[in-house]
């Protein structure tokens, strides 16, 4: 019973399949703190502190506590033998579990036993937060642009999706004092990004890549795009018009009007464009470097300005 309860205990944390292939890391490779972010709250980190001299401690679990540990060079592969006190209904147990280095490469870590399960870690930086069971059970995760534990829902602005009305997560953004940065806490993933300013001076806020989230504000609107397409408004889907527009030729195109915003998405030839709005004498326009649309009534005109190649669209019925 004793055996079987640690084994449950720690393969919870570090079990992986078995790897045959061999394989030689010193200790230096391993030291630092190795997290492994829960799928169920991709803000809650737990993992080990793997330290000079054999030490070891847990990270944001209260009922299994690792004090030390040791490399061994076993069965042509490499083992980490992990060794602390397992806690929990009234007891405290002793334990040393064996674990194989399936692989480590750059920051991330690899850690088996048996054949039925793998897990990866990836090394922390200097700089990285920690929010450990207890806090997370309250709502706190760590903000790197404010160097604190917050509860994202009370210092963060929501923003909604913008392409699905049925979502039910929200996305929150979190800025330091003066607003030199942006850090955008998603369902998906956590960024931080860097304030930049446009020739027109206005501000957004991205990192040196094409790929890369950039957030903004239009008019009333907080806009979070990616790939030229708007992913997060501060009113998700609830001020967006959606039209498709059909060519003489065949073609078709889409677009979505962000009336609070005052911006257009479009998707034309399988690239999404956000374009931004213009005066016309008459009607409407949007535009950004590679696109423009020019509208009235029901009628558009698409203009590539890489080639200056006009188009006529009517709207579909």
């Not at 944390?13 to 061999?22: G, T, V």
């Not at 793997?50 to 990270?59: F, M, P, R, V």
């Not at 917050?150 to 923003?159: D, K, Q, T």
Request: hydrophobic fraction near 35%; proline fraction near 3%; glycine fraction near 10%.
């Amino acid at each position: 019973m004793r055996k079987e309860f640690l084994f449950l205990s720690v393969s919870a944390l570090l079990a992986a399949s078995c790897s045959n292939e061999k394989a030689s890391f010193s200790e230096e490779q391993f030291l630092g703190k190795w997290h492994e972010v829960m799928p169920v709250n991709q803000h809650l980190v737990q993992g080990v502190d793997l330290q000079k001299g054999g030490q070891a401690e847990s990270i944001g679990m209260a009922t299994l506590k690792y004090d030390s540990w040791k490399l061994q060079q076993a069965g042509g592969g490499c083992d980490i033998i992990l060794t602390g006190e397992s806690i929990g209904n009234g007891q405290t147990i002793r334990f040393s579990d064996t674990l194989r280095v399936i692989s480590l490469q750059n920051d991330t870590l690899t850690l088996g036993k048996g054949d039925m399960y793998r897990i990866q870690y990836t090394k922390a930086d200097a700089q990285s937060g920690l929010i450990g069971g207890s806090d997370a059970a309250k709502g706190y995760t760590y903000s790197k642009v404010l160097d604190k534990k917050i509860r994202i829902f009370e210092a963060g602005m929501p923003v909604l999706s913008a392409t699905d009305p049925q979502a039910t997560l929200a996305g929150y953004v979190v800025f330091p004092q003066d607003s030199s940065k942006a850090e955008l806490f998603l369902p998906e993933e956590t960024v931080v990004l860097e304030r930049r300013t446009r020739p027109d001076g206005t501000a957004v806020w991205n990192v040196e890549d094409d790929d890369t989230y950039m957030l903004e504000k239009q008019a009333r609107e907080w806009l979070v795009t990616r790939r030229g397409q708007v992913l997060y408004a501060s009113t998700g889907c609830s001020n967006v018009i959606k039209t498709e527009f059909a060519g003489e030729g065949g073609e078709t195109f889409t677009a979505s009007f962000f009336t609070q915003a005052g911006v257009a998405q479009i998707a034309y030839q399988g690239v999404n464009h956000v374009l931004y709005p213009y005066r016309t004498a008459s009607g409407y326009g949007y535009k950004n470097p590679f696109v423009d649309i020019r509208g009235k009534g029901k009628e558009v005109a698409l203009t590539d300005l890489a080639t200056g190649k006009t188009c006529q669209f009517s709207e579909k019925e």
